[in-house]
């Protein structure tokens, strides 16, 4: 069974940051792809940024330039920094592991910004 918790969410001011984390636990494919979307009020899910167990990343355009993903694969933990933070950017965020076909969610983490 796999596992993926998120972390740091919160009230945040328009220009403020935050940084989430999403620790994954359970039997992983060592291969594999991690990424994190948000799902806003009334909105469809939306991919924010995705990377692989070899490091290669793929940023919306909407975040490029504020957010960026990273992961630490010894920790089995992804983490997206979020700076510049817009009232657009408030939604519901959730982590998310592909591997072998198969995709894991969490439940996700709030995350608010103010005008």
Same mark, same amino acid.
């Given at each position: 069974q796999v596992q993926l918790v998120e972390s740091g969410g919160g009230l945040v001011q328009a220009g403020g940051s935050l940084r989430l984390s999403c620790a994954a636990s359970g039997r992983i494919f060592s291969t594999n792809v991690m990424g994190w979307y948000r799902q806003a009020p009334g909105k469809q899910r939306e991919?924010?940024?995705t990377i692989t167990s070899g490091g290669?990343?793929?940023?919306?355009?909407?975040?490029?330039?504020r957010f960026t993903i990273s992961r630490d694969k010894a920790k089995n933990t992804m983490?997206?920094?979020? %700076?510049?933070?817009?009232?657009?950017?408030?939604?519901?965020?959730?982590? %998310?592991?592909?591997?072998?076909?198969? %995709?894991?969610?969490?439940?996700?983490?709030?995350?608010?910004?103010?005008?």
């Amino acid at each position: 069974q796999v596992q993926l918790v998120e972390s740091g969410g919160g009230l945040v001011q328009a220009g403020g940051s935050l940084r989430l984390s999403c620790a994954a636990s359970g039997r992983i494919f060592s291969t594999n792809v991690m990424g994190w979307y948000r799902q806003a009020p009334g909105k469809q899910r939306e991919l924010v940024a995705t990377i692989t167990s070899g490091g290669s990343t793929n940023v919306a355009d909407s975040v490029k330039g504020r957010f960026t993903i990273s992961r630490d694969k010894a920790k089995n933990t992804m983490y997206l920094q979020m %700076n510049s933070l817009k009232p657009e950017d408030t939604a519901d965020y959730s982590c %998310n592991i592909r591997f072998l076909a198969v %995709n894991y969610w969490g439940k996700g983490t709030l995350v608010t910004v103010s005008s």
